[in-house]
């Protein structure tokens, strides 16, 4: 079913964009509910997204590294690929996931960071949904701290053998190569941190993939495991020094969530107007109702203003003048605004609520997630208050 609604006229929004903008929009939406959405609740129930056929075809539709220029990447604006977040999320947010770890982040350090044989080996086949990425920051004992990671690498002769392990890893036991940090003994400021490009194939390389997920069903998620992994020196990212590196990457992935999360608040909030005005209770539709027209119009707001801020974000990345602090500023909105939405539409579906012949609680349920992952709510807090009192306040 095509998702069409009057909201996006309350703010104007579409006022705000260009007709290439639009377009890929358009084409991204009408892929996304032709070809996604039919089969999300399936996916996220049985917990098995058919990854490397769904990449192929985002791969197809330049929804992969989208923003990236050169090697094969389609070179959009910042705003376009903020928007083709927006519609893969609002059919689910492990499919954004799939996109934004491949292309804001896998992908991102090897443009960014990587050696002109790095980006050529690796990002045309990525672009292409050929070969899958992931990147390995995360560890069982450092998540939000990441420069206290155990993994190491240490050289052996010219060659670097990489020992340790991450968690939480999206596309981990997919993936045909992974973006791992690590611990080095190279001394330069800010810390010894360096990123490897590590094809999966590599021996000593393990990727058990983490079940009993209740979120993110439909996103593959890992630990990775580092037994002896030997790698030639040729495989270190050679312009990323310290936690810089993988922080720049971070920041592209938040940027995508910026609008990917308002998407899934606008897919409940559509679907919980659509089910009101058919559900009849105590005789008339729900719709009818003041209490149910004032949780609408409050939730139309905050929609509204999200997608007003991601645009306006969108719009300062665009021009390369976005801070870290916005980039904080829009992912904690986002998430959090939307997370409230999708428990709120949740009580105007009632117990059809709670199951997933509707997208709501499947979107609540991955929210938890999308407000975790890429910096918590409480980090971005954190990083906000830091910009406004100038007193950092992690330690
Ligand atoms: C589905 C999923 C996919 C993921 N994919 C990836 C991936 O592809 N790659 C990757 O590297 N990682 C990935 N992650 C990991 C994710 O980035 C981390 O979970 C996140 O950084 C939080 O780390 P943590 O879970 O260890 O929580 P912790 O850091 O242990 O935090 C626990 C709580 O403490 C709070 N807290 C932490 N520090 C402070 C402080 N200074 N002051 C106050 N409160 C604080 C946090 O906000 C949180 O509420 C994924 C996670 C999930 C759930």
Redo the contacts with the bound molecule.
Sequence with gaps: MSRTSTLPQLFALDSLLDADEIAIRDTVRSFADSRLRPHIGDWFEDAKLPVREIAAELGGLGALGMHLEGYGCPGTSATAYGLACLELEAVDSGIRSLVS?QGSLAMFSIHHWGSEEQKNEWLPRMAAGEAIG?????EPDF???PSGMRTQAKRDGDDWVLNGS?M???NGSVADVAVVWAQTDLADSPSGIRGFVVPTDTPGFSAPEIHKKM??RA?V?SELVFDDVRLPASAMLPKAEGLRGPLTALGEARFGIIFGAIGAARDCLETAIAYAQTREVFDKPLAGYQITQTKIADMALEVGKGHLLAYHLGRLKDRGEITPEQVSTGKLNSTREAIKIARECRTILGANGITLEYPVIRHANNLE?VL?????S??HQ?TIGRALTGSAA?R
């Design positions: 770890v992931c990147f390995g920051l995360t998540g939000s701290n991450k939480w890893i999206t979120s993110l996103s998620t997630s975790t992952y890429e910096g918590t409480e980090v954190l992690f």
